[in-house]
C-alpha cells in the first residue's frame, strides 16, 4: 500500500524520469531500444488489466443506457476527433505520410486507462470516466480499424483484420480477465476489504503506462533527439 500510495502521489513526476530515462539508454543502446518492442504488449496489457479489475461490466452496460451522455461521448470519440485529425494531417502532413497516420491514429484511437487517474488527480469524476473510458474502447473495436482504413489507408496500407485482432488482445481480454480476478477477490476477501486495496490498481496501471513510455522512448530515441 505504501509503494502505490507513493507511485499515485508522484505520477507525474515519475513519468517525466522514466522518459527522461528512456531517451538516454536508448540514445546510448539504440539495438536494445528496438528488441524491447517485443514487450510492447505486455506493457499495454500491464496498464490495462488493474483498471478492468475495478469495474463491472453491468457499470458499462448501465452507462451505455444513458443514451443522450453516451452519444456525446461517442460523437467527440469516433466523428469528430477522427475527422479533425483527418483534416489536420491533409493541411499539414500530406508530404509526410508517417506523420499523418501518427496523428490520425493519435485521432482515432480515444484516451486509454491513465485518463482515470489523471481525472482523479484533478478531482473528477473517475468511476464515470472509468465507464467512458471502457465503453469506449469496446466501440472502438469496431470503429478504429474502420476509421483507419477509411482515413489513413490513402497514406499506408491498413490491415485492419489485424488491428482488429491487437485491439480484441488489448481491450477484450483485459477486460474479460479483470472482471473474473474482481468476482474471485470479492469472494476471497469481501467487499469491503476488496474496496481496501482499490487504490493499488491505479498504481500496477501506472508501472504499465511507464513500461509503455520506457519501452516507446528507447526505441525510438535516436529519432527523437536528431529531430
Not at 505520477?11 to 546510448?28: P, S
Not at 486495496?197 to 503506462?209: D, E, N, Q, R
Request: with cysteine; glycine share 8%; aromatic share 12%.
Amino acid at each position: 500500500m505504501r509503494v502505490a500510495q507513493f507511485i499515485n502521489k508522484h505520477m507525474i513526476q515519475l513519468l517525466m524520469a522514466v522518459i527522461a530515462l528512456g531517451l538516454l539508454l536508448g540514445y546510448l543502446l539504440p539495438d536494445t531500444g528496438k528488441r524491447l518492442q517485443v514487450f510492447y504488449p505486455v506493457a499495454l496489457f500491464i496498464m490495462l488489466y488493474p483498471m478492468m479489475v475495478g469495474i463491472k461490466i453491468g457499470e458499462v452496460v448501465g452507462a451505455a443506457r444513458r443514451v443522450g451522455f453516451m452519444t456525446v461521448v461517442m460523437v467527440f470519440n469516433y466523428l469528430i476527433s477522427p475527422l479533425l485529425a483527418a483534416l489536420l494531417a491533409r493541411m499539414f502532413l500530406s508530404g509526410y505520410p508517417d506523420f499523418a497516420v501518427g496523428l490520425i491514429l493519435t485521432g482515432v484511437v480515444p484516451c486509454a486507462g491513465m485518463i482515470v487517474a489523471w481525472t482523479a488527480m484533478a478531482k473528477g469524476n473517475a468511476p464515470m470516466t472509468l465507464v467512458i473510458t471502457v465503453t469506449s474502447l469496446l466501440a472502438g473495436i469496431v470503429l478504429i480499424p474502420l476509421w483507419m482504413s477509411a482515413l489513413a489507408g490513402k497514406y499506408v496500407p491498413v490491415d485492419a483484420w489485424k488491428m482488429l485482432q491487437t485491439i480484441f488482445y488489448t481491450i477484450v481480454v483485459p477486460l474479460v480477465l479483470g472482471n473474473l480476478t474482481r468476482v474471485w477477490l470479492v469472494k476471497k476477501w469481501g467487499q469491503k476489504k476488496f474496496a481496501d486495496y482499490k487504490p493499488v490498481f491505479p498504481a500496477v496501471s501506472a508501472l504499465g503506462m511507464y513500461l509503455v513510455f520506457f519501452i516507446s522512448m528507447m526505441s525510438e530515441s535516436v529519432t527523437l533527439v536528431r529531430n
